[in-house]
C-alpha cells in the first residue's frame, strides 16, 4: 500500500509557471509507474504525464508537450511536474497516480483504469 500526497497547486496569470509535488509514504516509488492526470469540473479525468519506474521514458499529452516536464527523485520518494507558460485551460484539478505493474503497453499509461493509488489532489487554476 501507499499514499499519495500532492502539493504545490494555486492560482497563477497565465504565461506563467508552477511545480507540482508529490510525496508517496507506506511504500517507496521505485517499484511504480507514475503519472499525472487532471479533471476540471463536470469533465473527465484527463492524462497529462506519466514517467517509468527509472525515469528513462517519459510521455506527455500532446496539450501540455513542450510546457510541462515530469520528474522523479527515487531517493526522495517524490515525483514532480513543472509547469511552464500555463494557460486558462490548463486550470484543473491534478491528481497523483501510481501503478505497481512492472509492464504494461505505453498506451496503456495514459488510461485511469493503469493505476492503482491516488493522491487527494491539488487545484491550479490559471487566469486570463
Known amino acids: 500500500q501507499v499514499q499519495l500526497v500532492e502539493s504545490g497547486g494555486g492560482l497563477v496569470q497565465g504565461g506563467g509557471s508552477l511545480r507540482l509535488s508529490c510525496a508517496a509514504s507506506?511504500?517507496?516509488?521505485?517499484?511504480?509507474?507514475m503519472a499525472w492526470f487532471r479533471q476540471a469540473p463536470g469533465k473527465e479525468r484527463e492524462f497529462v504525464a506519466f514517467?517509468?519506474?527509472?525515469?528513462?521514458?517519459?510521455d506527455y499529452t500532446d496539450s501540455v508537450k513542450g510546457r510541462f516536464t515530469i520528474t522523479r527523485d527515487n531517493a526522495k520518494n517524490t515525483v514532480y511536474l513543472q509547469m511552464n507558460s500555463l494557460k486558462p485551460e490548463d486550470t484543473a484539478v491534478y491528481y497523483c497516480?501510481?501503478?505497481?505493474?512492472?509492464?504494461?503497453?505505453?498506451?496503456?499509461?495514459?488510461?485511469?483504469?493503469?493505476?492503482?493509488?491516488w493522491g487527494q489532489g491539488t487545484q491550479v487554476t490559471v487566469s486570463s
Open positions: 497516480a501510481a501503478d505497481p505493474s512492472p509492464t504494461r503497453l505505453l498506451g496503456r499509461r495514459r488510461d485511469t483504469t493503469a493505476y492503482d493509488y
Open positions: 507506506g511504500r517507496t516509488l521505485s517499484g511504480f509507474t
Open positions: 514517467i517509468t519506474r527509472s525515469g528513462v521514458i517519459a
